[in-house]
């Protein structure tokens, strides 16, 4: 079986920077992480190429992000943790992606690699969209299945999965292909092995080009993107405000004063 993850590499400071022209974050030269969501769909993919080990069954993990070149880091990281293979889409087409620009050619991308299964985190805690997982679902046409808390089966042919819902689970089963997004409460991820961190050092990354995967431009980056960051600012200090003392009736009567004045009631 074939296996994918969908990572990001998310700034590892508060203090971003703003390109003045794209109005999209400048991601080259800031410290980054791997976006912490993304590490639970990177250790379900992992047990789940354990489990099928188990039962018999091969089965590869192949990560993939897109990004600079200085993503490749998270990608090593991944790979120390039990990913096979790694992918990084970087070419300066994808710049100034939004969400469904970004899922579209995440989505050209697997569709090169042709996984049966794919998981990614339930969000980034830079964008909290949450609409890049379903959106590469729809764009490579898999069946989908978001907010995953536990894989109760699979098969060559089938999974079921136990997904979190406002007022508890759902149960689902899906036909595979299929896209996963993840909750933090599937797992717990592990941390690298001596064996892991050899593999990543001598790992090769393939790298692939907007070309390479067929996204044409006006699909991908600004261009590509339905919607745009027109103006990014700081929302204004609170002033301070007053502070009522006294006995419960006497500010409950100023209060209803107030609200009066304010025509509120």
Known sequence: MKIAVCIKQVPQTTEVKIDPETHTLVREGVESQINPFDLYALEEAVRVKERLAEQGEEAAVTVITMGPPQAEAALREAIS?????????????????????????????????????????????????GQ?????AVHID??????????????????TVKRLIENGYERVSLQLPAVLTVVKEINEPRTPSLRGKMNAKKAE????KASDIDAPEDKIGLLGSPTQVIKIFSPPHREGGEKWTGESHELADKLANLLKEMEVV
């Open 81 to 129: 943790l039990g990913a096979d293979n790694a992918v990084l889409l970087s070419d300066r087409a994808f710049a100034g992606s939004d969400t469904w620009a970004t899922s579209y050619a995440l989505a050209r991308g697997l569709a090169k690699i042709a996984p049966d299964l794919v998981f990614c985190g339930m969000q980034a805690i830079d964008g909290d969209t």
């Open 132 to 136: 890049v997982g379903p959106g590469i």
């Open 142 to 159: 898999y069946a989908q299945a978001a907010y995953v808390a536990c894989i109760e089966e699979i098969s060559k042919k089938k999974i």
């Open 205 to 208: 990354i393939t790298v692939w």
